[in-house]
Nanobody, 116 residues
Framework: QVQLVESGGGLVQAGGSLRLSCTASRIISGAHARNWFRQAPGKQRELVAAITTRGLTNYADSVKGRFTISRDDAKNTVYLQMNNLKPEDTGVYYC??????????WGQGTQVTVAS
């Protein structure tokens, strides 16, 4: 069983930065994409950023230009650099890995709180 462990969340003032990390316990066979989702209180979980094994990236419109997703396959780790954070970025951030066969793995989540 693959475990995804997130870290790097916390409390930050608006305009500040955080860097989230998500490390997989082992190489995920057939992995296609590594993603970051977030869920704000009372809202549905939404895709924030995605990166494929080929390095193609995709971002939610609300974070474009502020967030950067990257991956270090040697460390089985994906990162989310978040700059110019806004209060509306507050939520629990989850990392996710999807294989070509559609198998999904989820981390336990890390809280990000942006104070105004």
């Amino acid at each position: 069983q693959v475990q995804l462990v997130e870290s790097g969340g916390g409390l930050v003032q608006a305009g500040g930065s955080l860097r989230l990390s998500c490390t997989a316990s082992r190489i995920i066979s057939g992995a296609h994409a590594r993603n970051w989702f977030r869920q704000a209180p009372g809202k549905q979980r939404e895709l924030v950023a995605a990166i494929t094994t080929r390095g193609l990236t995709n971002y939610a419109d609300s974070v474009k230009g502020r967030f950067t997703i990257s991956r270090d396959d040697a460390k089985n780790t994906v990162y989310l650099q978040m700059n110019n954070l806004k209060p509306e970025d507050t939520g629990v951030y989850y990392c996710n890995s999807v294989t070509l066969l559609g198998t999904r793995y989820w981390g336990q989540g890390t809280q990000v709180t942006v104070a105004s």
